[in-house]
């Protein structure tokens, strides 16, 4: 699933050939993963796209309220979440057209922005101007931005494993399983750990790790696991770069132990048995089965 660096990538290249150009028509062809698709058509063309944004792995796109009845309703936002596949990016009407594209957004100069998507687990939903600030405050703090004092206390005296809070979309948004695990990685945290058995400093060095890891993966344009792309279709470099996520039973970059892979909170989490030593009263994680792809 594309996490926070990911969709930073695509939503930094979308910023660079979208602001300022104008929906004239949408075509879609399926429509399970958007919640109002006759409404995607009815109210989109004529408005003008003003911004691009991030909202932890969703990308908003800030529209124009147009002019004429039809948009008496003001300014709109397409909101759209990439799922585990998904893939957005602007396109000449002439070139092939990938498959598995469900959604067409014809620009006044003839490019098509075009939503792909093999799983169909992304969404796609109209949110009205009015609603945007309620749908942001239903998710988590953005990582790169909260403050020690704030990332302390969301996480100070829970008890839940550190890796389950860490993937919790309405404490932190954007970091998925990636970054959970190589963030836990740099800051020599167990997954399995409870947050209540965190003292200060492991929450500080914890914050850093995250900030540094997120920073990083977003200079490298993200982690290509599988299918992902930045909006020009280039894969990112980060992968190169992991140093717990996908490695087990390769040797551990600070002291040479194998990596192992377990499951926490229902998700394959790869740590240091040496680095991030386990809790003592904790279950002995069981094996995950292998990731696909």
């Not at 979440?81 to 598995?100: K, N």
């Not at 957004?105 to 687990?121: A, M, S």
Request: some cysteine; overall charge positive; hydrophobic content about 35%.
């Amino acid at each position: 699933m594309p996490e926070l660096p990911e969709v930073e990538t695509i939503v930094r290249g979308l910023r660079t050939v979208l602001p300022g150009h104008t929906i004239v028509s949408v075509r879609l062809g399926k429509t399970d993963f958007i919640e109002d698709p006759a409404a995607l058509a009815e109210l989109l063309p004529g408005r003008r796209i003003e911004r691009v944004e991030r909202l932890g792995k969703f990308i908003q796109l800030q529209l124009s309220a147009g002019s004429g009845a039809k948009h008496a309703d003001g300014q709109m936002n397409l909101v759209i979440h990439l799922g585990m596949t998904g893939w957005l990016g602007v396109r000449r009407p002439e070139d092939p057209v990938a498959p598995h594209t469900h959604a067409f957004f014809e620009l006044e100069d003839g490019r098509e922005l075009r939503y792909t998507d093999i799983r169909r687990f992304g969404q796609i939903r109209l949110v009205h101007g009015g609603n945007m600030a309620a749908f942001s405050e239903r998710l988590g703090k953005e990582p790169l931005e909260i403050s020690a004092s704030e990332f302390h206390a969301r996480l100070a005296g829970r008890r839940a494993r550190i890796k389950a809070l860490l993937l919790d979309q309405s404490i932190f948004r954007g970091i998925g399983n990636i970054y959970a695990d190589e963030s836990l990685w740099q800051a020599r945290i167990h997954p399995a750990r409870l947050a209540a058995r965190l003292n200060s400093a492991d929450l500080a060095r914890l914050r850093k790790a995250i900030r540094r890891i997120l920073q990083h993966a977003i200079e490298d344009r993200g982690s290509s696991i599988s299918n992902f792309v930045d909006a020009e279709g280039q894969p990112g470099e980060y992968q190169q770069r992991h140093r717990a996520y996908g490695r087990e039973g390769k040797p551990c970059f600070r002291c040479g132990s194998k990596i192992r892979r377990g499951s926490v909170a229902g998700r394959s989490s790869y740590f240091c048995p040496r680095c991030q030593p386990a809790p003592r009263r904790a279950r002995a994680m069981r094996n995950a089965p292998k990731p696909r792809g």
